[in-house]
């Protein structure tokens, strides 16, 4: 794991950290050192041929549904720090999820997923996109597992950089092989990778990123967001969403940007699952301290893994940065600056355990400053069917631990008396 943090697409060709402070931000007398919050719906044109020109390219600004400034920079920020080549901006995880698999798959079409993923994902997979036609297979999160499950209209493969709860690390550079083999593309849900601060997907292979900002990027359990990023170079000339049509295809007419655009047209324009811009100022905050937050919850959360994973009372401990762990391999070639935040551990009475907590909080949600603890069995996963649970790494005894910024000396003693 290195500190160096050489890779960078910004401009300036400034790291990580400096990114995720400086980028977006105009110099110059009087501007704000923040983002400025333009709440607007809708924006003005000097003339009817102006307002023509915007509704006939939709490349700046006309109705907020659309395209917002605030939006806009807090996109062009996650963009360079996935070192990505253009993001959508949506409400929520969801709809980051929903607007990744509706850009490429329409009815007919099938996606392949790992199974160990976050509840919400399930769901969608299972339950909401067979009504519009699109199936999926959900699998073991191994190559073996995902070749197998590929079919000539798969148009997706889809998982979880690090999967929540389980801390499965996806096998990204051959996973994205697959995809391509098979004229799909690969999608990484990248939300436990904290955009792109343990790990950037796009520069494994993948054509997608997707996550929700609502976990490390806003970091304060305050706001929902989620966003799509799409890397170069992903190939959709096997795809006939995007080929049928001939010289009036998407792909003639888009060029490079056709994916982009269908992420923006959908999840934006189309399906209105817009983000709002005091949602987008708030999650640029956070965004700024990101690389601290995260960097200090890695190092507590393997304090405290090891800790558990050595105490009597603790069943199983699972932590892709502990050496037991079966992607532990996986986790040191893919996660440069720790294994993230999240964890699972068993305890005999859950809700004895829950019910002593002090410092610890219950709470359903990941990337909190605060310490978040949950039963997901009966809770996140409590829709999942029974073995997709367990194949998600969820049993009944499985505690889900968002480790915070708090003293690893505190979240010890606290664990210790509730134990
Ligand atoms: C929370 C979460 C989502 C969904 O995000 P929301 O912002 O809650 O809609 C998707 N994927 C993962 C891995 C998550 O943890």
Redesign the pocket.
């Known amino acids: 794991m290195s500190d160096a943090h050489p890779e960078t697409t910004h401009p300036e060709g400034w790291s990580y950290d400096t990114t995720a402070v400086q980028s977006s931000i105009p110099r110059g007398l009087g501007q704000t050192i923040g983002f400025p919050i333009h709440a607007a719906a809708a924006f003005q044109f000097d003339t009817l041929e102006e307002a023509q020109s915007e509704f006939q390219l939709n490349s700046g600004l006309s109705y907020a549904r659309l395209q917002n400034p605030t939006v806009r920079a807090l996109e062009d920020r996650i963009t360079a720090l996935e070192g990505g080549s253009a993001t959508v901006a949506v409400a ?4 980051a ?1 929903l607007t990744t698999i509706l850009s490429v798959c329409r009815a007919g079409d099938h996606v392949v997923s790992a199974s160990s993923l ?1 509840g ?2 399930t769901g969608m997979l299972n339950n909401i996109l067979p009504l519009m036609g699109i199936t999926a297979t959900l699998v073991e999160n191994t190559a073996d597992a995902v070749q197998a499950a590929m079919q000539e209209n798969t148009r997706l493969v889809w998982a ?1 950089m690090i999967s ?1 709860p389980a801390g499965d690390v996806a096998d990204i550079r051959v996973f994205a092989d697959i995809a391509h083999e098979w004229g799909a593309l690969l999608a990484i ?1 990248n ?2 990778g904290g955009v792109g601060f343990l790990c950037r997907p796009l520069e494994h292979g993948a054509d997608i990123v997707t ?5 490390w990027a806003g970091g304060h359990g305050s706001v ?3 966003a799509v990023t799409v890397g170069a170079g992903h190939n959709l000339t096997r795809n006939p969403v995007y080929t049928d049509g001939g010289d009036s295809s998407i792909l003639n007419v888009r060029g490079d940007a056709a994916l982009a655009w269908r992420q923006r047209w959908f999840g934006a324009h189309q399906l209105g699952m817009t983000l709002a811009p005091h949602s987008a100022f708030l999650i640029a905050q956070g965004l700024e301290t990101l690389a601290l937050r995260l960097s200090r919850e890695s190092e507590t959360a393997l304090g405290l893994a090891r800790w558990l994973d050595s105490h009597p009372k603790v069943g199983k401990v699972s932590y892709p940065g502990l050496a037991g762990h079966p992607h532990h391999h996986l986790a040191q070639r893919y996660l440069r600056r720790g294994a993230g935040a999240v964890m699972t551990f068993e305890v005999p009475d859950p809700s004895a355990f829950l019910a002593r907590v002090r410092v610890l909080r219950i709470a359903p949600n ?1 990337g909190d400053v605060r310490t978040l603890v949950v039963h997901p069995w009966t809770t996140t996963h409590g829709r999942v069917p029974e073995t997709a649970r367990y194949a998600a790494g969820v049993t009944p005894t499985t505690i889900r631990m968002s480790v915070g910024v708090e003293a690893l000396e505190d979240l010890k003693a606290d664990i210790e008396q509730a134990l």
């Open positions: 929520s995880g969801q709809a999820t976050f919400g994902t979880e929540n849900d939300t436990c996550q929700s900002l609502t976990k929902l967001g989620g990941l």
